[in-house]
């Protein structure tokens, strides 16, 4: 069965710099990998999804993530943060064939002026 | 506005009582979800409709009781909750069902639900 792990359940950026966090993904078969953001009493919002095309994956926002099958990784990045980034980020994971959209725990991200 | 629309936003409900929440979806869409969102908990898959059908049942206990009567609507019907039941319940809907071919999944903005 798949599953997903996000490191670190909190992570503190300063605007304007690097934004990484980090998902690892476990499956049987090659997988569909996706990200979501929540926003503050607001539902999921797809960020960037990866279904075996491209593994650099580019999302709105000015997020992307890059599918690396030798690592089981699929890490956000944002080269800039910006104040209305923070939010709890969403790393999922499914596989051809199978349900259910498997989600990992969330890592909320704030950034400081 | 993401398509998918969840009535009421917010519901604070008795142990005793019977409440329904309501989800619409405008999107065309075959498959449509219930999520559990607790904190400090991953979320969790409730139930799939596909084609009206129920496809899955993740052992929820059965004083949560879904109803879908066409493709675009979805009811989470509830009575008799626990204290433990509060939490955000957030509607979904995908093209079909997800996984078959990585189908985006788009979610409602919740349903803030206080059990007391």
């Known amino acids: 069965a798949q599953s997903v792990t996000q490191l670190g359940s909190h992570v503190s950026v300063s605007e304007g710099a690097l934004v990484l966090l980090r998902c690892n993904y476990s499956s049987s078969v090659p997988p569909y990998l996706f990200w979501y953001v929540q926003y503050p009493n607001q539902g999921l919002q797809l960020l960037l999804k990866y279904t075996s095309a491209a593994t650099l994956v580019k999302g709105i926002n000015g997020f992307e993530a890059e599918f690396k099958k030798s690592e089981t990784s699929f890490h956000l990045t944002k080269p800039s943060a910006h104040m209305s980034d923070a939010a709890e980020y969403f790393c999922a994971v499914s596989e051809k064939g199978n349900t259910p959209l498997v989600f990992g725990k969330g890592t909320r991200l704030s950034v400081i002026a | 506005e993401t398509g998918v629309t969840q009535t009421p936003r917010h519901l604070v409900m008795g142990m005793t009582n019977k409440k329904s929440l309501k989800c619409e979806q405008h999107l065309g869409h075959n498959a449509m979800y219930w999520y559990k969102q607790s904190a400090k908990k991953p979320l969790e898959l409730m139930f799939v409709?596909?084609?009206?059908?129920?496809?899955e049942n993740n052992s929820v206990p059965s004083r949560f009781s879904p109803e879908c009567p066409n493709s675009s609507h979805l009811f989470l019907h509830l009575h008799t909750l626990q204290p433990e039941d509060s939490a955000l319940y957030l509607c979904?809907?995908?093209?079909?069902?997800?996984?078959?071919?990585?189908?985006?999944?788009?979610f409602g903005e919740g349903s803030w639900l206080t059990v007391v």
């Open positions: 409709y596909n084609f009206k059908e129920q496809t």
């Open positions: 979904a809907s995908s093209q079909d069902r997800q996984g078959d071919s990585g189908n985006t999944i788009y």
